[in-house]
């Protein structure tokens, strides 16, 4: 159940604060009754009616986690350990888009969205995964024109990725270095750099789409609007 003002926003139709003045001014119905309070809840099965046009049933629910270190990204863990729900209060089945590893923090979408999952993670649609990465010792262009090139690590092919260099520090011999990739193949980073003897020290993910975690701490989550929504559709089909 959810209050009747977020079921109309999150179809598109306007704003929370604008469905809110719909109902007290009698333009919505529910299941053929008007309503004008607030603090109706309504389920995907009730049919909704705003100015005479029917909502689409759904119970569709976006999130976009900053998720911390030391979790795990899945619904689950046998061994105990804290998942990414935990962060969430949702009374909905969430699944995590794509993984990160267990070390790895940075921003994971959740959603029961099977179709938008689909386009976000298909290797053909090439979505951007953006990550930050330090590592140990000091990538050469040789290296780096390698990752650029595409790299076969343990017999695995790994696409290519567009790689910069972010920072060096000499004193401590790590660099920084930024990877965007469109496949999502298990540890697909850490095997990479692993390719070119840098080992992985730290790794985050900056940015999915064109989606990041500006105002998020460590821990925190918010949904996507339905404007973001529509433009992660347009964004995967145009690829």
Same mark, same amino acid.
């Given at each position: 159940?959810?209050?009747?003002?977020?079921?109309? %926003?999150?179809?598109?139709?306007?704003? &929370?604060?604008? %469905?809110?003045?719909?109902?007290?001014?009698?333009?919505?119905?529910?299941?053929?009754?008007?309503?004008?309070?607030?603090?109706?809840?309504?389920?995907?099965?009730?049919?909704?009616?705003?100015?005479? !046009?029917?909502? $689409?049933?759904?119970?569709?629910?976006?999130?976009?986690?900053?998720?911390? &270190?030391?979790?795990?990204?899945?619904?689950?863990?046998?061994?105990?350990?804290?998942?990414?729900?935990?962060?969430?209060?949702?009374?909905? /089945?969430?699944?995590? *888009?794509? &993984?990160?590893?267990?070390?790895?923090?940075? #921003? *994971?979408?959740?959603? +029961?969205?099977?179709? #938008?999952?689909?386009?976000?993670?298909?290797?053909?649609?090439?979505?951007?995964?953006?990550?930050? %990465?330090?590592?140990?010792?000091?990538?050469?262009?040789?290296?780096? /024109?390698?990752?650029?090139?595409?790299?076969?690590?343990?017999?695995?092919?790994?696409?290519?990725?567009?790689?910069?260099?972010? $920072?060096?520090?000499?004193?401590?011999?790590?660099?920084?270095?930024? #990877?965007?990739?469109?496949?999502?193949?298990?540890?697909?980073?850490? +095997?990479?750099?692993?390719?070119?003897?840098?080992? !992985?020290? /730290?790794?985050? @993910?900056?940015?999915?789409?064109?989606?990041?975690?500006?105002?998020?701490?460590?821990?925190?989550? @918010?949904?996507?609007?339905?404007?973001?929504?529509?433009?992660?559709?347009?964004? %995967?089909?145009?690829?």
């Amino acid at each position: 159940m959810e209050r009747l003002q977020k079921v109309i %926003a999150n179809a598109g139709i306007c704003s &929370r604060r604008k %469905a809110e003045e719909l109902i007290k001014t009698g333009h919505v119905t529910v299941n053929g009754e008007l309503v004008t309070q607030m603090g109706v809840t309504v389920k995907g099965t009730d049919s909704v009616i705003v100015d005479g !046009v029917k909502l $689409k049933n759904t119970n569709k629910e976006y999130i976009l986690l900053n998720k911390p &270190r030391a979790v795990i990204t899945s619904t689950k863990d046998p061994e105990g350990r804290k998942t990414v729900m935990d962060y969430i209060d949702t009374d909905k /089945r969430l699944y995590p *888009v794509g &993984r990160l590893d267990y070390d790895t923090t940075g #921003l *994971v979408l959740l959603t +029961n969205d099977g179709e #938008l999952m689909n386009l976000l993670t298909h290797p053909k649609n090439e979505v951007d995964k953006v990550y930050i %990465a330090k590592v140990e010792g000091i990538a050469t262009k040789e290296e780096i /024109r390698a990752l650029e090139k595409g790299i076969v690590v343990d017999k695995v092919h790994y696409g290519k990725a567009k790689v910069h260099m972010k $920072k060096v520090d000499k004193k401590h011999n790590t660099c920084i270095l930024e #990877l965007t990739i469109h496949e999502g193949k298990n540890h697909e980073i850490k +095997n990479m750099l692993e390719g070119i003897r840098h080992p !992985v020290i /730290r790794l985050h @993910r900056e940015r999915i789409a064109f989606l990041d975690c500006t105002g998020l701490n460590s821990g925190d989550y @918010r949904e996507l609007s339905i404007h973001e929504v529509k433009k992660l559709y347009s964004y %995967a089909n145009k690829k």
